[in-house]
């Protein structure tokens, strides 16, 4: 007996379709990663009236409730309205679930929030970016840590965004312990040190990353007010010439990396191959395929660039080459 089923529509939909016929995963996505408690009932309902019990916690943290059958999705559909509602995810229609499934879930690592070393709350940049892009079709995937540390790997995404304070000196507090020294030193760039009892900071070596916050222990440094951003852009796993992202722009803002984000939409809609198997073709292969002078020009169009916001004039991407 055969199936009507439309799994086109049903990939569209965020369904994951499965090695066995008529199964799938249903799919949900939690930007940055946080969620309200409450939810985690509702994922457990659908699972054990819909699946087979159980959930699989993906790596872009999100939820994939197996063995659904996709005959039905719109009764699932249903169930997964108050998680949208609840997680404030863009709809075009209520009540039919997902309305796309290219845009990955934004990522992040758990932020401010709880992390002393966190620079920013990441789960609150990443509903935003949520928020501008999507629902879209197009293959994209962002992830967001608050330090340098990059618990949340963002430099294997499209954009990478890492959490950076301009570390705030007060000699006046300082006791020439030298804490903040030997901290950058082990765990960061070192690019600190001592002259005339006073701490140096090495401007053009500073990642920052903080380090030097988290060790002093009178409050000599403290974080800017003003929050900062690296972004790296078109990081990539997958089968053909994987690469780490590289840095674009250092010591930027929300403002800026959202508008180089959406651009990057334009971009992509202008060059894509349309022959691309699904409609999909990654942001970076564009890049490889028309310059990185080219997307640059797109990415910066209308930006208004902070003016401590250092730009790499040119990127290069190292990594493993396939061809």
Known sequence: MGLDINTKKAKK???????????????????????KAEILGMVQNIAETYGNGIVHLTTRQGFEIEGIQLKDMDEINEMLQPIIELLDINQTAPGTGYPASGTRNISACIGNNVCPFANYN?????????????????????????????????????FGIIGMTMPQYHPERCVSC?????????????????ENYKIIRDEEKCVGCGVCITKCPTRAWTRSPKKYYK???????????????EDFLIWTDEDTIVK???????YVKEYIDPGAPGGKEHIGY???????????????????????????ECVYWSGIHFD
């Open 286 to 312: 564009i890049i490889d395929r028309t310059g990185f002078a080219e997307y640059k020009k797109w990415a910066l169009e209308g930006v208004e660039l902070l003016p401590e916001t250092k730009v790499r």
């Open 13 to 35: 939909n965020a369904y994951r379709i499965s090695k066995v016929r008529g199964e799938s995963a249903a799919r949900i996505r939690v930007p940055g990663g946080c969620l």
């Open 178 to 194: 030298q804490a903040c020294v030997k901290g950058c030193k082990s765990l960061s760039v070192n690019a600190l040190h001592m």
């Open 260 to 266: 180089i984000i959406l651009n990057t939409y334009r």
């Open 122 to 158: 990441t789960a609150e940049f990443a509903k935003r970016i949520e928020k501008a892009v999507f629902p879209n079709d197009l293959h994209f995937k962002i992830a967001l840590t608050g330090c340098s540390n990059d618990c949340a790997k963002a430099r294997l995404h499209d």
């Open 231 to 245: 972004l790296t852009i078109m990081g990539r796993t997958g089968k053909r010439n994987p690469r780490l992202g």
